[in-house]
């Protein structure tokens, strides 16, 4: 019985040998099977023919890591107060969470240069430090008049800054096409390496061109045909002064890593893991394709904890909650949907990502990931990278 390593080894052992033999088409018309798929656990290696001199086959051994680590978990104690939840946190909390924080009067002084930046006078002088539920994320909010800046705590990288309509010219309108250019003007004002992304987003705050006093444009990383969602920045101005309203940057990078595993692999990783997982599905469709996306721990605690799964995602009035957080990693990877059988009742759909390169299980949702990105709003003006 095979595990996933030998599996993919005796591949890449069988595929050396056709291509030593200058017969390709063999190799990609032939099926692998296998008894039995689980995650890749250990190092995957891969046998690639290089090249061939006084026809002696050279070949090179490329070890590629496992990138999955077990996730950190965080319990932390909820309570409703108002309407709202509270997180409780102890001082010793707080002050471990700080550790490695960049000061107050570093925070301001990364504002006062993004300020300087956008041509602004105010001066920043307020500044407050927000740590998430989990402690993993922590940024400075810092106030100079009515201007605020987000700046992160831990790296000093600026993240955002809004400022409001109030007292501002807004009588100004734009036509789409007028918008698409400003945006575009901005873009390229505020970003050296503005030609490496590509608008995927461009609406305004009423729906119609009459109507609208700030329009917004989101733009994307793109990597050959893949865009990379966790790297993008989003602008938001005010048509006829062209004045920012806000601008925000997600910066999250993309690993790059090779497309290793092929299609039907990791849907087979995906399907022996959902097995295991819910035996009693029945799968009607699946959907697999390949994408860049962000590391989560989805579908490690729907494995880990199945029972729990679904009640951990409700918030009760007074409760313990559990986070599991991950590395930020941005990998390419096969995103492979499962379709249940309408009498199953728990979920309709789980979809699996699949890392490209090792074949693990990165991550997940309880979702159809190509449902969600067809998905596209109505006040949308681009649709496949043009104006609509």
């Not at 990379?228 to 048509?239: A, D, K, L, T």
């Not at 940057?249 to 092929?262: A, F, G, S």
């Not at 957080?325 to 059988?341: A, F, Q, S």
Request: hydrophobic share 30%; proline share 2%; charged share 30%.
């Amino acid at each position: 019985m095979k595990n996933n390593v030998q599996y993919i080894e005796e591949i890449y052992q069988k595929k050396s040998e056709i291509e030593n033999k200058k017969n390709h088409n063999d190799f990609y018309n032939k099926t692998f099977k296998t008894n039995k798929l689980i995650p890749i656990k250990m190092v995957a290696t891969f046998i690639l023919t290089i090249g061939i001199t006084i026809g002696i086959g050279y070949a090179s051994v490329i070890t590629y890591q496992k990138i999955w680590k077990e996730p950190q978990e965080y319990r932390v104690n909820i309570k409703s107060k108002e309407g709202y939840y509270i997180v409780e946190k102890t001082q010793e909390d707080i002050e471990e969470e700080l550790k490695n924080c960049i000061s107050k009067e570093q925070a301001i002084q990364k504002a006062q240069e993004v300020l300087k930046r956008f041509n602004m006078d105010e001066k920043a002088d307020i500044a407050n430090i927000l740590i998430d539920s989990t402690g993993a994320d922590k940024t400075w909010n810092i106030y100079a008049g009515a201007a605020s800046i987000v700046v992160d705590a831990q790296t000093g990288e600026f993240r955002s800054l809004s400022i409001p309509t109030t007292g501002r010219n807004i009588k100004g309108r734009s036509t789409k096409e007028e918008a698409l250019q400003v945006a575009n003007d901005i873009l390229y004002k505020y970003r050296k390496d503005a030609q490496n992304y590509e608008i995927v987003k461009l609406n305004n705050n009423m729906g119609t061109e009459e109507d609208s006093y700030i329009w917004y444009a989101t733009f994307e990383k793109k990597y050959d045909k893949l865009y990379n969602h966790y790297e993008f920045i989003n602008i938001g101005w005010i048509p006829g002064t062209n004045e920012i309203y806000q601008y925000v940057i997600e910066n999250k990078k993309y690993e790059n890593n090779p497309e290793e595993i092929t299609k039907d692999d990791a849907i087979r990783v995906a399907v022996q893991k959902d097995k295991e997982i819910e035996p009693d599905a029945q799968i009607k469709e699946i959907k697999a394709d390949i994408r860049i996306e962000k590391m989560n721990s989805d579908a490690y605690v729907r494995d880990k904890y199945k029972d729990k799964y679904y009640e951990q995602k409700i918030i009760s009035d007074e409760a313990e909650k559990i986070y599991y957080v991950t590395e930020d990693r941005v990998r390419k990877v096969w995103v492979v949907t499962l379709e249940y059988d309408d009498i199953y009742n728990k979920v309709l759909y789980y979809t699996y990502y699949i890392d490209a390169t090792t074949g693990e299980i990165i991550g997940g949702l309880d979702s159809d990931y190509f449902e969600i990105e067809s998905e596209i709003d109505e006040n949308n003006y681009i649709e496949n990278g043009e104006l609509n």
